[in-house]
């Protein structure tokens, strides 16, 4: 693996897992909202808002992995589309449009899940 690769893609990857863990954290704290603990709501805002700063970072982390790394290209846009659905998902929580931010939020999910995944393959770390 190139060394520009390599110093590009390790923060991606820990930006990646962190985003990721933050991100399932979100359906866990909901639910216990839902089960009668008042106060989650409050810390699903605020990992929600942190959410947002997380997405901006990622997608200045994945700029840096697609120009200086030279990795997939495709990797800084999913990260500013996701960026953009957390946007549109904590605007939702917040006016409690749960018909879309239910459904969003299974997204936001499972598009994090996949690109953690992909990030700790193999792949991630081949130059274009």
């Known amino acids: 693996m190139e060394t ?19 991100v399932l954290a979100q359906p866990v704290l909901a639910g216990r909202f839902l ?3 008042v106060d989650a709501i409050a810390v699903h805002g605020a990992v929600g808002s942190s959410l947002a700063a997380a997405g ?9 992995y697609v120009l200086a790394g030279r990795g997939r290209v495709w990797v800084a846009p999913a ?3 996701l960026l ?7 605007g939702a929580g917040y006016t409690r449009n749960l018909a879309l931010h239910v459904p969003l ?3 936001v ?7 953690a995944i992909w990030v700790w ?3 991630a770390g081949r130059v274009r």
């Open 4 to 22: 520009s690769m390599r110093l590009t893609l390790w923060p991606l990857r820990l930006l990646v897992t962190g985003h990721l863990v933050a």
């Open 35 to 37: 089960t009668g603990d």
């Open 79 to 81: 990260a500013v589309v």
């Open 56 to 64: 901006l970072v990622l997608v200045v982390a994945a700029s840096v």
């Open 109 to 115: 999910v499972v598009a994090s899940v996949l690109l």
């Open 121 to 123: 393959t193999p792949s």
């Open 84 to 90: 953009l659905a957390e946007g549109v998902q904590i």
């Open 105 to 107: 939020g299974v997204t």
